[in-house]
């Protein structure tokens, strides 16, 4: 269906089979852009509720009304519910990436770090084996409880957010490293996040921002989580980049993921989350057999010999500056 109108000029695609389509309009009211404070924006797509605003100042792509998840939609929801060792463990052995060790390296040999939407602590705990003082901030109450108990983290693990932690002792302008892994694209405020964040900051430490990367290739569709109430706010390293700095901030590094690999699996895991969501919440996604075992290890591998053959293809990407996935941008406070 077409519909024009002459004093907004819409244009309207729909396609009946997706519960999202694309739009075009000049929105000009109260709806602000919570990055530049624009009014005039592009509406991109309508999800559910959510209108998905392309700021005509910024680029940023944002959400209205701008309001994410409650505390129980994350603990209900799919990705978030498993809670078992296995699952634990990964996230571990994810810390350990060869991002995450130049990133504590440019902290130096010691300093104070806190992670910021810590999960299970996985962040946390490999830092602390590499002899930092780290602690971490998650409002998900069930994944501090299972980090506390499983990586022995005890209370370096706090329920809540990052301004709770101001009025802890020795918190505020204290530390060397403040980590935003995948955090900002959920947050209703993101400039009160990266606030709260210079202010627990000393003069001179870093701010870590990963989050995924709108500007990316995406031949084969969007992710399915890279939409409300899971995420508010869609990215591009340019626009990161300039929100960021106006807080007090230098721009030290952008780092992009560029694997042809990632593309493979977000065709996997789209039609995984399909498979998964049609399932009845009372079924006990969390039980391991032995066949679940093996299936996860042929995933593991062939995914392995995935990244393996792209190998030549990434190093192409990566040089024309073509990102497949997120971006880790790095700051230092001033």
Same mark, same amino acid.
Request: include cysteine; glycine fraction near 8%; aromatic fraction near 10%.
């Given at each position: 269906?077409?519909?024009?109108?002459?004093?907004?000029?819409?244009?309207?695609?729909?396609?009946?089979?997706?519960?999202?389509?694309?739009?075009?309009?000049?929105?000009?009211?109260?709806?602000?852009?919570?990055?530049?404070?624009?009014?005039?924006?592009?509406?991109?797509?309508?999800?559910?509720?959510?209108?998905?605003?392309?700021?005509?100042?910024?680029?940023?792509?944002?959400?209205?009304?701008?309001?994410?998840?409650?505390?129980?939609?994350? #603990?209900?929801?799919?990705?978030?519910? #498993?809670?078992?060792?296995?699952?634990?463990?990964?996230?571990?052995?994810?810390?350990? $990436?060869?991002?995450?060790?130049?990133?504590?390296?440019?902290?130096?040999?010691?300093?104070?770090?806190?992670?910021?939407?810590?999960?299970?602590?996985?962040?946390?705990?490999?830092?602390?084996?590499?002899?930092?003082?780290?602690?971490?901030?998650?409002? $998900?109450? &069930?994944?501090? !409880?299972?980090?506390?108990?499983?990586?022995?983290?005890?209370?370096?693990?706090?329920?809540?957010?990052?301004?709770?932690?101001?009025?802890?002792?020795?918190?505020?302008?204290?530390?060397?490293?403040?980590?935003?892994?995948?955090?900002?694209?959920?947050?209703?405020?993101?400039?009160?996040?990266?606030?709260?964040?210079?202010?627990? /900051?000393?003069?001179?430490?870093? /701010?870590?921002?990963?989050?995924?990367?709108?500007?990316?290739?995406?031949? %084969?569709?969007?992710?399915?989580?890279?939409?409300?109430?899971?995420?508010?706010?869609?990215?591009?390293?340019?626009?990161?980049?300039?929100?960021?700095?106006?807080?007090?901030? !230098?721009?030290?590094?952008?780092?992009?993921?560029?694997?042809?690999? &990632?593309?493979?699996?977000?065709?996997?895991? $789209?039609?995984?989350? #399909?498979?998964?969501?049609?399932?009845?919440?009372?079924? $006990?996604?969390?039980?391991?057999?032995?066949?679940? %075992?093996?299936?996860?290890?042929?995933? #593991?591998?062939?995914?392995?010999?995935?990244?393996?053959?792209?190998?030549?293809?990434?190093?192409?990407?990566?040089?024309?500056?073509?990102?497949?996935?997120?971006?880790?941008?790095?700051?230092?406070? %001033?």
């Amino acid at each position: 269906m077409d519909w024009c109108r002459q004093k907004n000029r819409v244009t309207i695609n729909l396609k009946s089979k997706r519960r999202t389509f694309r739009l075009g309009i000049i929105m000009s009211a109260t709806i602000t852009c919570p990055a530049c404070r624009h009014t005039k924006h592009n509406l991109s797509e309508v999800h559910d509720n959510y209108r998905i605003m392309d700021c005509a100042g910024c680029g940023l792509h944002f959400c209205e009304p701008m309001r994410g998840g409650e505390e129980e939609f994350y #603990k209900e929801h799919f990705v978030y519910r #498993k809670l078992g060792s296995s699952t634990i463990k990964q996230h571990f052995d994810a810390a350990a $990436n060869r991002a995450n060790r130049r990133l504590l390296q440019m902290v130096g040999k010691t300093g104070r770090i806190l992670d910021v939407g810590c999960g299970f602590g996985a962040f946390v705990k490999y830092s602390l084996d590499k002899g930092y003082d780290a602690y971490g901030v998650d409002f $998900n109450n &069930n994944r501090i !409880k299972a980090g506390r108990r499983l990586f022995d983290l005890g209370e370096r693990l706090i329920p809540g957010n990052i301004r709770d932690l101001q009025n802890f002792e020795h918190s505020r302008n204290s530390f060397d490293l403040v980590t935003l892994f995948e955090v900002i694209e959920h947050v209703e405020d993101p400039a009160g996040l990266v606030k709260d964040s210079r202010e627990m /900051l000393r003069d001179g430490g870093l /701010l870590a921002i990963s989050c995924p990367n709108e500007a990316r290739w995406q031949p %084969t569709g969007r992710i399915f989580a890279d939409y409300p109430p899971h995420h508010l706010t869609r990215w591009r390293p340019d626009t990161l980049r300039w929100f960021v700095e106006k807080f007090g901030f !230098k721009h030290i590094k952008t780092e992009l993921d560029c694997s042809f690999s &990632n593309l493979i699996w977000v065709a996997y895991v $789209n039609r995984s989350a #399909k498979r998964k969501q049609s399932c009845s919440h009372q079924d $006990n996604q969390g039980e391991i057999t032995a066949n679940s %075992t093996n299936v996860r290890r042929f995933k #593991k591998t062939a995914f392995s010999l995935i990244k393996l053959f792209s190998a030549p293809f990434d190093l192409i990407l990566k040089a024309i500056g073509v990102g497949t996935m997120g971006m880790r941008v790095i700051f230092r406070k %001033t």
